[in-house]
């Protein structure tokens, strides 16, 4: 898909599907969990003590677009679109059957420190292997 640098495959569990067939709205949710674990591994690498510091999910808009069956082919493709002085923007699109938008979801992520539990400015470091990645100049 175009503009994003990242892409995963989505594993349909029978256990993702509900009554009318279909996956269940919620699991939608762990799908874009996966991705961004994976976005942030290629991304950050060891770059992060995710023991320490990491991100928090601040917030979650999911635009549910048509549904998913058991045997369609997932993707989800990722990538950051913004980022602020101490949180960054995520999108996640969910393609169905290499061609079908199945869904919309932007995301915004806090930088915190674990320790304190408070929140932190988005390290310089972060931010050049966000832009790195991305092919952008995003800046704070």
């Known amino acids: ?3 994003f640098n990242h892409r995963i495959e989505i594993q349909i569990r029978f256990s993702d599907i509900d009554r009318l067939n279909h996956v ?15 976005y942030f591994n290629n991304v950050f690498r060891d770059q992060i003590n995710w023991a320490k510091e990491g991100f ?3 917030r979650t808009e999911m635009d549910y677009i048509q549904p998913i069956f058991l045997n369609d082919h997932l993707e989800c493709y ?24 199945a869904s919309n ?13 408070e929140s932190k ?11 790195k990645f991305e092919g952008l100049n995003l800046e704070l």
Request: hydrophobic residues 45%; charged residues 20%.
């Open 24 to 38: 269940n709205n919620a699991c939608y949710l762990n799908y874009i969990e996966l991705a961004r674990v994976s």
């Open 56 to 58: 928090v999910i601040a």
């Open 121 to 131: 400015k988005v390290p310089t470091v972060w931010l050049e292997l966000l832009n």
């Open 78 to 101: 990722t990538r950051i679109t913004k980022v602020g002085t101490k949180s960054v923007t995520i999108e996640n699109v969910l393609i169905k059957n290499k061609q079908e938008l």
């Open 105 to 117: 979801c932007l995301g915004v992520l806090v930088a915190m420190d674990y320790e304190t539990g």
């Open 1 to 3: 898909m175009e503009g």
